[in-house]
């Protein structure tokens, strides 16, 4: 009996060890941190989507919204500001759900309330909290894994607490 014991359980250890949180991340959606740390995504540069992939539980991520529009040979770029997010979740395929704009014009008005949502595979949103990771002055050369550091520290809205 011990050995059955052992034996599931040992089951059960494994099947826990490969559940897991994967985000499918478009083209359009850039991935700044993840719970503290540089993101490491799968699937190459030059793939339209790449997998983040996350343990269950409570994460962090710091993103930002890139839609790009043509404009003759050229190819334009809107940011959204970064978005600093935490979420609980276990065992799950989620994608960011992005908003579409008919132009650039239409994106550069409407960027600025773009609120970051991820969906399950059945299509509910998974509850999250987020804000704005904001930085003062120049906003070339960010750190976002340092300011995502910073944040946690003052306690904001999507802030983790690291044991």
């Keep these: 009996m011990k050995t059955l014991t052992t034996l599931l359980t040992g089951l059960c250890l494994v099947g826990a060890a490969h559940a897991e949180v994967n985000i499918d991340v478009p083209d359009t959606v850039q991935v700044l941190a993840v719970n503290g740390e540089k993101p490491a995504l799968e699937g190459g540069l030059f793939r339209a989507n790449q997998v983040l992939t996350l343990t269950d539980g409570e994460n ?23 978005v600093i997010s935490k979420f609980t979740t276990a065992n799950k395929e989620l994608t960011f759900e992005v908003p579409t704009y008919r132009n650039e014009r239409q994106a550069q008005k409407q960027i600025k309330q773009w609120q970051l949502k991820l969906v399950d595979q059945q299509g509910q949103s998974i509850e999250l909290v987020q804000d704005v990771l904001k930085k003062d002055g120049l906003q070339l050369g960010r750190d976002y894994v340092v300011e995502s550091e910073i944040y946690n520290r003052t306690n904001g809205v999507a802030a983790i607490i690291s044991s």
């Design 60 to 82: 962090q991520i710091v993103v930002r919204y890139l839609p790009y529009f043509s404009k003759g040979n050229d190819r334009v770029i809107v940011e959204s500001q970064a």
